[in-house]
């Protein structure tokens, strides 16, 4: 597990950027679910933290594109494939992040670092 931030740092409707490789964003929904996903939108290299966050969907600053935080389907073009999920868990009320075993869906021309 990977600690992200404390509970009280993260306000509903709001994102916090994770630095791991790739990113992870790490969202609190205005209903209180705290989901993580990886950062980058898997159409171009533009960080999903900084998007639009509607109920459990975030859209993209740069084209738009949007994403299924439950399950990173992509629910609006231009992006075609789903953002990987991981799993949170809040213990002592500090968010951590359990990174999941899948490779992650980058955009092209963007490489892990390690």
Not at 86 to 93: C, G, P, Q, S
Request: with cysteine; proline share 11%.
């Amino acid at each position: 597990m990977i600690p992200a931030c404390p509970l009280a740092s993260l306000p509903r409707g709001e994102a916090f950027r994770l630095e791991a490789d790739p990113p992870i964003a790490v969202f609190h929904t205005e209903e209180g679910e705290i989901l993580a996903i990886d950062d980058t939108c898997t159409h171009q290299d533009a960080s999903l933290a900084d998007g639009w966050l509607e109920g459990c969907e975030i859209e993209c600053p740069l084209h738009a594109s949007r994403f299924d935080l439950r399950t990173g389907r992509v629910d609006a073009p231009p992006a075609k494939r789903p953002v990987r999920t991981h799993r949170v868990v809040v213990e002592d009320d500090v968010i951590y992040v359990v990174p999941s075993d899948e490779e992650p869906n980058l955009p092209p021309g963007v490489m892990l670092k390690g």
